[in-house]
């Protein structure tokens, strides 16, 4: 490449040119324009534009020499390797540094340190701690240990990684809302309809204390837990999160969340969408405010109606199909079931109850009004009842191996089908117990397959309503992430503010991860995006560069199209892998 310019009456322009072959002949082929003599002096602050103008074309010409440099790598086989010195490096985490810092997080470390008088980097820290959970998830010590296989070093202590929790738990609430507002910065979130849900984690300890108690496991296993309440926006990308006693009934922790998600967040416009554990008539009150700004939309089993609206819900006739003017009327009895198996068919109404809630003033009795949407499939009554088949199958298997029935059973466990007796017919004490399938339990459940029923505050469609309902699965998604990829349970840190930051870190991760599975159009597993990153180790020849030890794959080109870099290359030169790593490090304007 070479310098070129042109003049005119008033001015000089310059611009780099390159010779190129074409068609057998020699072109002359302009590849940047670098502007006017005037531009150039005023734009970058320079008095010789000329000069200025060489110093690029040799930088670019230096640039385009090292992209396509060739090195030869000297290996002796008598000679040891250096004591204690590292050779691979993993640059996995580049794609998520890239989110890290475009979600402003590098900014709010640093506005959280102004806070505060510690000497460690806490960019640095929660940075390793984000990228360590989703790549390598583990303990903080060995968190610590495997940050130092990134291709930048962390310069911490793992002392500094524990002193920084405390401070992270006390910056819980700013995290979120910052976080939360950087986020809008880079894209529009849709949080017009939010969805909120409870889980909880494990603790491999025997004694309750602080948050730490004994409660309904969600893995039924018998240790202390804490639980976790959780929102999230349209996009499956989180909102903000709590943490309470793992004793403590889930119903009351959405309501002071939600508070400080307007209060904190700019949020005041949504429909919130809850499942049937969380739709007290507290939290549905609380989001059927008179200025209409938010509402509700909840799963409402029709086992729990009262027998008015149940008889309703289940009769045979009234049904109604979505968009369709005629004002027709079906009937479930004279349904086709491969004719209309596909179809799914509603039916509404309005109705009030009188209910009592729980607010900070005591509680009293209000009237709530609501709209009841009952909606009615066959193929969702065939795939219930292939699940059920299935449980019962291994209820069978149960009783063959001597199994009996249980005293209290969840919903999907296969004992609730076996039923024991433990007497003889004339009420004596038995000498063997009998344990059979119960066709009542099964009869009764058959009732309700294909039935589906959610309550709103909502004047929408019906199958509006019904189409925002189904897409809680992925907040379900979210603590599948966090429970087996990022591996948050058991958790093994135990003072209160120390569990709390080991939350943040897997509640930022879990975003930077949607936000990374955004960018490559969602068509990849978790399993797949991490194990890919995972993998994408480089062997470092001191003064040469990065070369790739990983398997380029379809996965591996996407996710550098995506983020605009690329080191599936034979060797990444040492000064082209520094500005690879600055690159991931610009963050969002």
Same mark, same amino acid.
């Given at each position: 490449?070479?310098?070129?310019?042109?003049?005119?009456?008033?001015?000089?322009?310059?611009?780099?040119?390159?010779?190129?072959?074409?068609?057998?002949?020699?072109?002359?082929?302009?590849?940047?324009?670098?502007?006017?003599?005037?531009?150039?002096?005023?734009?970058?602050?320079?008095?010789?534009?000329?000069?200025?103008?060489?110093?690029?074309?040799?930088?670019?010409?230096?640039?385009?020499?090292?992209?396509?440099?060739?090195?030869?790598?000297?290996?002796?086989?008598?000679?040891?390797?250096?004591?204690?010195?590292?050779?691979?490096?993993?640059?996995?985490?580049?794609? +998520?540094?890239?989110?890290?810092?475009?979600?402003?997080?590098?900014?709010?470390?640093?506005?959280?340190?102004?806070?505060?008088?510690?000497?460690?980097?806490?960019?640095?820290?929660?940075?390793?701690?984000?990228?360590?959970?989703? +790549?390598?998830?583990?303990?903080?010590?060995?968190?610590?240990?495997?940050?130092?296989?990134?291709?930048?070093?962390?310069?911490?202590?793992?002392?500094? #990684?524990?002193?920084?929790?405390?401070?992270?738990?006390?910056?819980?609430?700013?995290?979120?809302?910052? +976080?939360?507002?950087?986020?809008?910065?880079?894209?529009?979130?849709?949080?017009?309809?939010?969805?909120?849900?409870?889980?909880?984690?494990?603790?491999?300890?025997?004694?309750? *204390?602080?948050?730490?108690?004994?409660?309904?496991?969600?893995?039924?296993?018998?240790?202390?837990?804490?639980?976790?309440?959780?929102?999230?926006?349209?996009?499956? #990308?989180?909102?903000?999160?709590?943490?309470?006693?793992?004793?403590?009934?889930?119903?009351?922790?959405?309501?002071? +969340?939600?508070?400080?998600?307007?209060?904190?967040?700019?949020?005041?416009?949504?429909?919130?969408?809850?499942?049937?554990?969380?739709?007290?008539?507290?939290?549905?009150?609380?989001?059927?405010?008179?200025?209409?700004?938010?509402?509700?939309?909840?799963?409402?089993?029709?086992?729990?109606?009262?027998?008015?609206?149940?008889?309703?819900?289940?009769?045979?006739?009234?049904?109604?199909?979505?968009?369709?003017?005629?004002?027709?009327?079906?009937?479930?009895?004279?349904?086709?079931?491969?004719?209309?198996?596909?179809?799914?068919?509603?039916?509404?109404?309005?109705?009030? *109850?009188?209910?009592?809630?729980?607010?900070?003033?005591?509680?009293?009795?209000?009237?709530?009004?609501?709209?009841?949407?009952?909606?009615?499939?066959?193929?969702?009554?065939?795939?219930?009842?292939?699940?059920?088949?299935?449980?019962?199958?291994?209820?069978?298997?149960?009783?063959?191996?001597?199994?009996?029935?249980?005293?209290?059973?969840?919903?999907?466990?296969?004992?609730?089908?076996?039923?024991?007796?433990?007497?003889?017919?004339?009420?004596?004490?038995?000498?063997?117990?009998?344990?059979?399938?119960?066709?009542?339990? #099964?009869?009764?459940?058959?009732?309700?397959?294909?039935?589906?029923?959610?309550?709103?505050?909502?004047?929408?469609?019906?199958?509006?309503?019904?189409?925002?309902?189904?897409?809680?699965?992925?907040?379900?998604?979210?603590?599948?992430?966090?429970?087996?990829?990022?591996?948050?349970?058991?958790?093994?840190?135990?003072?209160?503010?120390?569990?709390?930051?080991?939350?943040?870190?897997?509640?930022?991760?879990?975003?930077?991860?949607?936000?990374?599975?955004?960018?490559?159009?969602?068509?990849?597993?978790?399993?797949?995006?991490?194990?890919?990153?995972?993998?994408?180790?480089?062997?470092?020849?001191?003064?040469?560069?990065?070369?790739?030890?990983?398997?380029?794959?379809?996965?591996?080109?996407?996710?550098?199209?995506?983020?605009?870099?690329?080191?599936?290359?034979?060797?990444?030169?040492?000064?082209?892998?520094?500005?690879?790593?600055?690159?991931?490090?610009?963050?969002?304007?």
């Amino acid at each position: 490449m070479r310098l070129g310019w042109s003049k005119n009456k008033y001015s000089i322009s310059y611009y780099v040119q390159k010779t190129i072959y074409v068609d057998g002949k020699n072109k002359s082929l302009v590849i940047k324009r670098l502007g006017s003599e005037k531009e150039i002096c005023e734009k970058y602050g320079v008095s010789d534009a000329k000069a200025w103008a060489k110093e690029q074309v040799r930088l670019m010409n230096e640039a385009e020499k090292e992209e396509s440099a060739s090195y030869n790598i000297e290996l002796n086989s008598g000679k040891d390797l250096e004591l204690n010195k590292q050779h691979c490096f993993n640059g996995g985490y580049l794609f +998520l540094q890239q989110i890290y810092y475009e979600l402003g997080l590098h900014k709010i470390c640093r506005a959280i340190a102004s806070r505060h008088s510690f000497g460690y980097d806490l960019n640095a820290i929660l940075s390793r701690l984000i990228y360590t959970r989703i +790549l390598f998830p583990s303990s903080k010590k060995n968190s610590f240990k495997e940050s130092s296989k990134f291709i930048e070093k962390p310069d911490f202590e793992l002392h500094d #990684i524990y002193r920084s929790l405390s401070v992270l738990a006390k910056e819980s609430d700013y995290i979120q809302s910052r +976080l939360f507002k950087n986020s809008m910065k880079m894209s529009k979130r849709n949080v017009g309809i939010i969805y909120y849900d409870c889980t909880n984690f494990y603790f491999e300890i025997e004694q309750a *204390e602080d948050d730490k108690q004994y409660g309904k496991s969600k893995e039924n296993r018998p240790n202390p837990i804490v639980g976790m309440g959780l929102f999230m926006d349209s996009d499956g #990308i989180p909102i903000a999160f709590s943490i309470y006693p793992g004793n403590q009934n889930e119903q009351p922790t959405m309501v002071p +969340l939600e508070k400080k998600m307007l209060s904190m967040f700019d949020m005041s416009k949504f429909v919130v969408c809850t499942d049937a554990g969380l739709s007290s008539a507290t939290n549905r009150h609380f989001n059927d405010d008179e200025d209409g700004d938010r509402a509700f939309v909840t799963t409402q089993p029709i086992k729990t109606l009262k027998s008015h609206l149940k008889k309703w819900a289940l009769a045979d006739g009234g049904w109604k199909l979505p968009k369709e003017t005629s004002g027709k009327e079906y009937k479930i009895s004279e349904l086709d079931d491969e004719k209309d198996r596909d179809k799914i068919f509603f039916k509404s109404r309005w109705i009030k *109850e009188k209910a009592l809630i729980h607010t900070d003033g005591g509680d009293k009795y209000i009237t709530l009004e609501q709209k009841l949407i009952v909606s009615y499939s066959i193929k969702y009554k065939e795939y219930l009842r292939k699940v059920r088949n299935g449980q019962i199958e291994r209820a069978k298997k149960m009783i063959a191996d001597g199994e009996t029935s249980k005293g209290r059973k969840k919903q999907n466990d296969p004992h609730r089908f076996i039923k024991t007796d433990h007497a003889t017919k004339d009420g004596e004490v038995a000498d063997k117990t009998a344990s059979y399938i119960d066709q009542s339990v #099964i009869d009764e459940e058959e009732i309700y397959d294909g039935y589906y029923a959610v309550c709103t505050n909502l004047d929408d469609p019906a199958e509006s309503i019904v189409r925002i309902n189904k897409r809680r699965w992925e907040i379900e998604e979210c603590f599948r992430i966090m429970k087996t990829d990022f591996r948050a349970r058991p958790v093994y840190v135990k003072r209160q503010e120390r569990i709390l930051a080991h939350f943040i870190t897997c509640f930022i991760a879990l975003i930077v991860y949607r936000y990374l599975d955004r960018k490559l159009d969602y068509k990849y597993t978790v399993d797949q995006l991490i194990s890919t990153m995972k993998d994408m180790n480089f062997i470092r020849y001191e003064g040469k560069g990065y070369q790739p030890t990983y398997t380029r794959t379809e996965i591996t080109d996407a996710l550098h199209e995506a983020y605009g870099f690329c080191t599936s290359k034979e060797i990444i030169p040492v000064k082209k892998m520094r500005n690879i790593c600055a690159q991931t490090k610009k963050s969002q304007k």
